[in-house]
C-alpha cells in the first residue's frame, strides 16, 4: 500500500481439535483469503495447528509431529510467502516443549517466538504441558537451518521503512508488564497476539479495554486473533473475538462466534510521527537482547477500508455526542471563569453578529457567569450593524441576547467608519481590504472601549479554522483579552451549538438552529437586498476541507501528497479530485502566509489535540517558506 498504510488481517480458521491435516487446510484458506484482499501481515490463534484445548495430547508426539508437518504446508503455500504469518503451534526444544508463535515469510520459518507468561488459575492449567520462556534468544534447528527462538525478536520489513513487528501470545498482554512494552520500546510499531480467549460473561468488554489500552500505551498498531469454532467445548466455549486497534482506536473487530478473516489497514507512518512527538516515548534506553529479522511482504495496492472521518475534529461516539459538547464547552467556560477571577472583571464584553463564532462564545460566557454565581446580565452582548449587516442576522443577535438573558446593546458603526474613511482619504465606493478591515477595527475598538467603561473584559470570537487560514482582521476580530474558541475549529464549532440548540430548547434552541442554517460571512460587504453578498466558503474553500487538511497537516505532520489521499478517500463522492487540490494548495500557501498573526495571538484555552498558540503547541516561524509543500501539493 501507500504512505505507510500496511493492510494486516487477524484470522480464525474453523478447526478440529488435534487434526492437524485439516487445521492446516482451514489455515490455507484464510491465508488464500487474506492474500486476495492484499493483507501483508497476518495473524492466527495460539495453537490453532492442533487446537488450544488439547490437553495431555500435547504430551503425544504424534500430535506435535503432526503439528509440525502442518507448519511446513503452511509454509508452502504460495500464497504465505507474499505475507507475513504468524501462526500458533506446540513445539518441543530440547526436554521442554513450548507454546509458540511461528513467523512465517518467503516460503521458511524466520523465527518461534515461545509464550513468555503461562496461565495457571482457574480454567487454565498452561504449565500442566508447557513450559514458559523468559530467556535470551537461541537458536534451534528446523527444516535443514538454524531458526531464531526466543521473546526478542522484531521483523523488520524491507519495503515500509516505519513497520517493525513484534509478537506476543494471549496471557502476556494481562499481566502487570507485557512483553509489548519492551518490544514497542525496542522499535516495534505494530504487535500481534495470538490467543486463545475462551469467552464468560462480560470478557469481551475487558479483553477490548486491555486490547485498546496497551495499543494506546505502546503507541502501536495491535493485531489480535482470537480461537473459536471448533475448540473443545468440554468446558469453555470460544467466540473468535479479533481485533485491529491503532494507538487506542479500535479499527476493525470480528463479530462474537463467528470464524473468519478480520481485515484492516495500519498507518505506521502516524505510528513512528506520534513516537517522535511524544518525546517521553523514548527516554528510558532500549531493552538489550533485541535481534532483528528482515521480510519482505507483497501485498497489492488495495484501496483503503479503515473510516476516514469527514469531520476529525467532530466526536465519532454515537451515544455520547451530548456529554461530548458538554465537556468542551465546559472547558471553554472554565477557562474564562478563571480569567475573569484573576483579572477581577465586573463583567464580560463580547460583539454579537448572529454568526456561529459569536453564538458559541455568548454560549461558553453565559456557562462562565453560571459558574461564578454571577447575574448573566454582567453580560455585555453588542450588536455593531454596519455596511454588509442583513436584518437576518441582527434579528437573531438580538433574540439571541434576549432569550439568554445579558445585557444587550446595539451600536451602529456606520457613521464611525465613514467618518475614518474621511480622515485616511479613502473612498466608500472602493470595496477594498482597507474597506473591509475599518469596519472589523471599528468593531473592536468599540468593544475594548465598552469593556474599559464597564470594568469588563473582551471575549473572543475568532476560531481555530479562521486562524490557520489567516481570516481574521489583525487588530480587529483577531484581538481580545481572553478567546474562548481559540482552539475550536468551524466543524466543532456548528456541532457544538447544535448540541446547545438541542439541549436548551424553546426560542434559545430555534434561534440557534436559525443561526446554524445561515451563511458563513463576516458581513463587510453590502447586501444585495437581504441577502449576504459575502459567502466565506466562496472565497476560502468549504470549512469542511480545510479543517480536514489542518488536523492531518498539523496534528499528524502528513505530506501533502497523504492528506490529499485521505481527502480522496473522505470526501471522494462529494468533491472532485481537482476541487480538494485547489483547497488543499490554497490551504498551504494561507497557512504559512498568515503564521504572524497566530504568533502574537491573544490567551485562549485549549480544549482538543490540536491548536496553534505560540505558547503553547504551534511555533512557526512566521517568514518560513511554504515552498517545499506547495510543489508537492501543486504536483499532485
Known amino acids: 500500500m501507500r504512505f505507510g498504510f500496511v493492510k494486516v488481517a487477524a484470522a480464525t480458521p474453523r478447526i478440529r481439535v488435534a487434526d492437524t491435516e485439516y487445521n492446516a487446510q482451514s489455515v490455507v484458506a484464510c491465508i488464500e483469503k487474506a492474500h486476495g484482499a492484499g493483507a ?5 490463534p495460539e495453537l490453532c495447528l492442533c487446537g488450544y484445548t488439547c490437553g495431555d495430547l500435547f504430551g503425544q508426539d504424534v500430535l506435535l509431529e503432526g503439528a509440525l508437518r502442518a507448519l511446513r504446508r503452511v509454509c508452502d503455500c504460495p500464497q504465505a510467502k507474499d ?93 502487570p508488564a507485557p512483553p509489548s512494552v519492551a518490544h514497542a520500546q525496542a522499535g516495534a510499531t505494530v504487535i500481534v497476539n495470538l490467543s486463545a480467549s475462551d469467552e464468560t460473561a462480560g470478557k469481551a468488554e475487558y479483553r477490548r479495554l486491555l486490547v485498546r489500552a496497551q495499543s494506546a500505551k505502546t503507541v502501536s498498531a495491535y493485531i489480535y486473533a482470537d480461537a473459536g469454532e471448533g475448540e473443545s467445548t468440554t468446558d469453555m466455549v470460544f467466540s473468535g473475538h479479533n481485533m485491529i486497534c491503532e494507538n487506542g482506536e479500535m479499527l476493525a473487530e470480528s463479530r462474537l462466534f ?33 535481534e532483528t529479522v528482515p521480510f519482505a511482504a507483497h501485498g497489492k495496492d488495495a484501496p483503503l477500508t479503515r473510516k476516514v472521518a469527514r469531520l476529525p475534529f467532530v466526536p465519532q461516539e454515537e451515544g455520547a455526542l451530548g456529554e461530548r459538547a458538554g465537556l468542551i464547552l465546559s472547558i471553554q467556560a472554565e477557562g474564562l471563569k478563571k480569567r475573569l477571577e484573576h483579572t477581577r472583571a465586573q463583567s464580560a464584553v463580547i460583539g454579537i453578529s448572529g454568526g456561529l463564532d459569536s453564538a458559541l462564545a455568548l454560549l461558553v460566557s453565559v456557562r462562565a457567569f453560571d459558574a461564578l454565581g454571577r447575574d448573566r446580565k454582567g ?73 474599559n467603561d464597564v470594568g469588563g473584559l473582551v471575549v473572543g470570537t ?49 434561534v440557534l438552529t436559525d443561526i446554524l442554517n445561515t ?59 481537482e476541487t480538494l487540490k485547489k483547497w488543499l494548495v490554497s490551504f498551504y500557501r494561507r497557512f504559512f502566509a498568515q503564521q504572524f498573526k497566530r504568533s502574537c495571538l491573544p490567551d485562549g484555552v485549549k480544549v482538543g489535540s490540536v491548536a496553534l498558540s505560540p505558547r503553547g503547541d504551534w511555533r512557526m516561524p512566521s517568514d518560513a517558506s511554504a515552498a517545499l509543500w506547495l510543489e508537492q501539493a501543486e504536483k499532485l
Open 258 to 290: 463467528e470464524n473468519g478473516v478480520t481485515l484492516s489497514e495500519v498507518d505506521v507512518q502516524k505510528l513512528a510521527f506520534e513516537r517522535r512527538r511524544i518525546n517521553t516515548f523514548c527516554d528510558a534506553a532500549p531493552p538489550a537482547g533485541y
Open 519 to 577: 451563511e458563513i460571512s463576516p458581513e463587510l460587504l453590502p447586501p444585495a437586498g437581504d441577502d449576504i453578498a459575502q459567502k466565506t466558503e466562496e472565497l476560502v474553500g468549504p470549512y469542511e476541507l480545510h479543517d480536514f487538511y489542518l488536523y492531518h497537516a498539523v496534528r499528524y505532520g502528513f505530506p501533502p501528497a497523504k492528506v490529499y489521499y485521505l481527502a480522496q478517500a473522505a470526501f471522494g463522492g462529494d468533491h472532485p479530485p
Open 379 to 451: 453580560i455585555v452582548a453588542v450588536t455593531m450593524p454596519c455596511f454588509g449587516t442583513t436584518g437576518k442576522t441582527y434579528q437573531n443577535s438580538l433574540r439571541l441576547m434576549r432569550e439568554l438573558g445579558v445585557t444587550a446593546r446595539t451600536v451602529p458603526i456606520s457613521d464611525s467608519v465613514r467618518r475614518h474613511f474621511a480622515d485616511i482619504g479613502h473612498d466608500e465606493s472602493v470595496h477594498n481590504a482597507a474597506y473591509e478591515n475599518a469596519q472589523a477595527r471599528m468593531r473592536t475598538m468599540v468593544l475594548m472601549d465598552i469593556a
Open 40 to 44: 501483508e501481515i497476518l495473524v492466527f
Open 462 to 510: 475568532g476560531d481555530l479554522s479562521e486562524l490557520a487560514l489567516g481570516w481574521a482582521t489583525y487588530n480587529g476580530d483577531h484581538m481580545s483579552m481572553y478567546g474562548v474558541n481559540a482552539s475550536v475549529p468551524k466543524t466543532l464549532v456548528k456541532f457544538l451549538i447544535r448540541c446547545e440548540a438541542a439541549r436548551l430548547g424553546g426560542g434559545a434552541g430555534e
Open 83 to 175: 505475507m507475513l504469518v504468524f501462526v500458533g503451534l506446540p513445539l518441543k526444544v530440547g526436554d521442554a516443549l513450548y507454546n509458540c508463535a511461528a513467523a512465517l515469510a518467503g516460503g521458511k520459518v524466520l523465527a518461534f517466538i515461545p509464550k513468555s507468561y503461562l496461565p495457571n488459575y482457574a480454567e487454565f492449567y498452561e504449565r500442566r504441558n508447557f513450559r514458559p520462556y523468559r530467556g535470551e534468544n537461541i537458536r534451534i534447528p528446523f527444516g535443514g537451518e538454524e531458526v531464531l527462538f526466543g521473546n526478542k525478536v522484531l521483523f523488520r520489513s524491507q519495503t515500509e521503512a516505519d513497520l517493525t513487528v513484534a509478537a506476543e501470545l494471549c496471557e502476556d498482554v494481562w499481566v
